[in-house]
């Protein structure tokens, strides 16, 4: 079911500063911004091989990636498992018995249909599946 890892979350208070730390210091390139007003979020893309790092800063004191840096600090908040199909996903998943943030799919940054598994399902790892058509 899962394809690859499409790209890895990471919570941050200042998205250029922290752009500046992967392009100077690592070498990657970001590929774009987004702001996602669903999800209170603005997005960095910086692929590295055949994933992706996804930079996410708040966009109001009350969305979900404020809240995560309140409790937690800046750091890895998820991680994207590319799928095929997003709802024969999360319909297995069920199955499972694997607890679902989302029952259906949402509009997630770059286009992508995503939905995210609970993390008291999944060993502690905020989980999110991810489909892309492309």
């Known amino acids: 079911m899962v394809r690859k890892v499409d790209h890895i979350g990471v919570a941050v208070s200042n998205l250029e500063e922290s752009i500046k730390f992967y392009e100077e210091v690592l070498g ?51 991680i994207a498992f590319r799928v095929d199909d997003i709802e024969k996903a999360l319909e297995e998943m069920r199955s499972l018995g694997i607890k679902l943030i989302d029952e259906k799919p949402r509009y997630g940054a770059g286009g992508a249909r995503i939905a995210f598994l ?8 905020l989980v999110e599946l991810c489909e892309r058509k492309g």
């Not at 960095?44 to 992706?52: H, M, R, W």
């Not at 609970?118 to 790892?125: E, F, I, R």
Request: aromatic share 4%; proline share 7%.
């Open 118 to 125: 609970h993390p008291k399902s999944t060993n502690g790892l």
């Open 28 to 78: 990657l390139k970001c590929q774009g911004t987004e702001v996602v007003e669903e999800q209170k979020v603005k997005v960095a893309f910086l692929p590295i091989g055949d994933t992706e790092i996804e930079l996410l800063e708040a966009t109001e004191p009350d969305s979900p990636i404020a809240k995560f840096i309140e409790k937690k600090g800046q750091g890895v908040q998820h």
